[in-house]
């Protein structure tokens, strides 16, 4: 909204009202109440109306400082836009959430595992993902959860997300799922809590989990190898399973997977000891799609436009007062940016948002070079010193790669990240 030269005012919230979006209370995304707060709230951050400096010379004392903080508000919420890289996630996992809503046969459900280094927006993709088709889904039912039990209260829940407990044990996984709902689980014992975990998934009508930061678990441990058990159990109670961390092949989650070529996605042997909540785990295969959410790139003309389009896009949400088009898109300032944060897309937000704030507090009213030169921020690890994902767990073919004979190749340089859809192991995407 951008106010007419006669009214610089115009569209600027009250004093309450911005008050109210700044205070207005949060509870945590891994429970109930917080998942929906977050669900119902994304994205719905008016922003700011536009002012040039002699508008906001115009603007009276008292509602200048009311202005100041709610275009400071907006230049830190930057939106969440579509990329190349999300497009291709958001396909696969959309395909994965809906084919397996839709099934009807099959109660084990495949799962999806979103892997990525640090800053790459994982948590937040993923979210924002699930929270749609959540929307989705309550629409398609009216709101009404068709699976409750009469005469009780459970509220309907089709997305749960939880984190993965930093000392992880079976135990401790099957209460944080328990505490995303509220339940007292008191003192119970392993089974009894596995029980409570499948109630809850299916009274509450859970067609996905959302397991975060799995790259706590390490299988070395005993504990993390029973955790990882678990969560393949949980595949087996109608849900769809998202586990997402940083490097998973890096991990081992994926060390005792195969590739197959067949139907084209990572298959877990099935496991011999188990046995959680009375079934017996090795009845199915479990099976995991790996994709990996990359940053952007600037090699080809294609990926230059993106990268634009994707500055563009912040570009045209700054309320900075002397902002001028192309102020993040010409003049050097993309490949600029792109050496600053090797195109890392949450590392990319904080520079601009912080230089924003700077730009504020200096008095400048815009983002150039040198204003950047003075925003420090935490740098991703660089392409060419990152180790490709899958590099030592998916080999371009699993058949052959190893076969006796096989040959490697010392003189190529490390291979680019890229996003996996479902062509087939993650090195298969590896440019040489």
């Given at each position: 909204?951008?106010?007419?030269?006669?009214n610089?005012l115009?569209?600027?919230?009250s004093?309450a009202?911005i008050?109210?979006?700044?205070?207005n209370?949060?509870?945590?995304?891994?429970?109930l109440?917080?998942?929906?707060?977050?669900?119902?709230?994304?994205?719905?951050l008016?922003?700011?109306?536009?002012?040039?400096?002699?508008?906001?010379?115009?603007?009276?004392?008292?509602?200048?400082?009311?202005?100041d903080l709610?275009r400071r508000?907006?230049?830190?919420?930057?939106p969440i836009?579509?990329?190349?890289?999300?497009?291709?996630?958001?396909?696969?996992?959309?395909?994965?959430l809906?084919?397996?809503?839709?099934?009807?046969?099959?109660?084990?459900?495949p799962?999806?595992?979103?892997?990525?280094?640090?800053?790459?927006?994982?948590t937040a993709?993923?979210?924002?993902i699930?929270?749609?088709?959540?929307?989705m889904?309550?629409?398609l039912h009216?709101?009404l959860?068709?699976?409750?039990?009469p005469?009780?209260?459970?509220?309907?829940?089709p997305?749960?997300?939880?984190?993965?407990?930093?000392?992880a044990?079976p135990?401790?996984?099957?209460?944080?799922?328990?505490?995303?709902?509220?339940?007292?689980h008191?003192?119970w014992?392993l089974?009894?809590?596995?029980?409570q975990?499948?109630?809850s998934?299916r009274?509450h009508?859970?067609?996905?989990?959302?397991?975060?930061?799995?790259?706590?678990?390490?299988?070395h441990r005993a504990?993390?190898?029973?955790?990882l058990?678990?969560?393949?159990?949980?595949?087996?109670?109608n849900?769809?399973?998202?586990?997402?961390?940083?490097?998973i092949?890096?991990?081992?989650l994926l060390?005792e997977?195969t590739?197959?070529?067949?139907?084209?996605?990572?298959?877990?042997?099935?496991?011999e000891?188990?046995?959680?909540?009375?079934?017996?785990?090795?009845q199915?295969?479990?099976?995991?799609?790996?994709?990996?959410?990359?940053?952007f790139?600037?090699d080809t003309?294609?990926e230059?436009?993106?990268f634009?389009?994707?500055?563009?896009?912040?570009?045209?949400?700054l309320?900075?007062?002397?902002?001028?088009?192309g102020?993040?898109?010409?003049?050097?300032?993309p490949?600029y940016?792109?050496?600053r944060t090797?195109?890392?897309?949450g590392?990319?937000?904080?520079?601009?948002?912080?230089?924003?704030q700077?730009?504020?507090?200096?008095?400048?009213?815009l983002?150039?070079?040198?204003?950047?030169?003075?925003?420090?921020?935490?740098?991703?690890i660089?392409a060419?010193?990152?180790?490709?994902?899958?590099?030592?767990?998916a080999?371009?073919d699993?058949?052959?790669a190893?076969?006796?004979?096989?040959?490697?190749?010392?003189?190529?340089?490390?291979?680019?990240?890229?996003?996996?859809?479902?062509?087939?192991?993650?090195a298969?995407?590896?440019?040489?």
């Open positions: 909204m951008i106010p007419d030269s006669d610089p115009a569209g600027l919230p004093r009202e008050a109210a979006m700044i205070l209370k949060r509870p945590l995304r891994h429970t109440a917080g998942w929906q707060h977050y669900r119902s709230r994304r994205g719905r008016a922003p700011a109306p536009k002012m040039t400096a002699r508008q906001l010379a115009a603007v009276p004392v008292d509602r200048r400082s009311d202005y709610y508000l907006t230049n830190v919420n930057l836009q579509q990329t190349p890289m999300l497009g291709k996630v958001t396909r696969v996992i959309n395909r994965r809906q084919g397996n809503a839709l099934d009807q046969e099959d109660p084990t459900m799962g999806i595992m979103v892997s990525g280094w640090g800053n790459h927006g994982k993709t993923v979210c924002s699930a929270a749609a088709f959540e929307d889904w309550l629409d009216d709101h959860n068709l699976a409750s039990i005469g009780t209260w459970d509220l309907h829940a997305v749960a997300y939880i984190a993965t407990p930093v000392t044990k135990k401790s996984l099957c209460q944080a799922i328990l505490n995303f709902f509220g339940p007292d008191g003192k014992t089974p009894q809590l596995s029980h975990v499948a109630d998934l009274d009508g859970v067609k996905v989990l959302i397991i975060d930061d799995v790259n706590r678990l390490r299988m504990d993390d190898q029973d955790v058990d678990l969560v393949r159990a949980l595949m087996g109670f849900v769809t399973l998202i586990l997402t961390g940083v490097n092949p890096g991990t081992g060390r997977a590739w197959d070529r067949t139907k084209r996605q990572w298959v877990l042997p099935p496991l000891t188990t046995r959680v909540h009375g079934l017996e785990v090795t199915t295969e479990r099976r995991f799609e790996l994709v990996e959410l990359d940053r790139r600037y003309p294609a230059m436009q993106a634009l389009n994707h500055l563009r896009g912040i570009e045209v949400h309320r900075l007062a002397k902002a001028k088009k102020m993040l898109t010409a003049n050097g300032m490949e940016l792109m050496r090797d195109g890392v897309v590392t990319l937000g904080r520079l601009i948002s912080d230089g924003a700077e730009a504020m507090d200096s008095g400048k009213e983002i150039d070079e040198s204003l950047l030169d003075e925003v420090v921020i935490g740098r991703d660089p060419d010193e990152a180790r490709p994902f899958g590099a030592a767990t080999p371009a699993p058949g052959t190893n076969a006796p004979g096989s040959k490697k190749s010392n003189n190529r340089r490390p291979g680019r990240n890229t996003v996996f859809d479902d062509s087939g192991p993650a298969e995407g590896l440019n040489g």
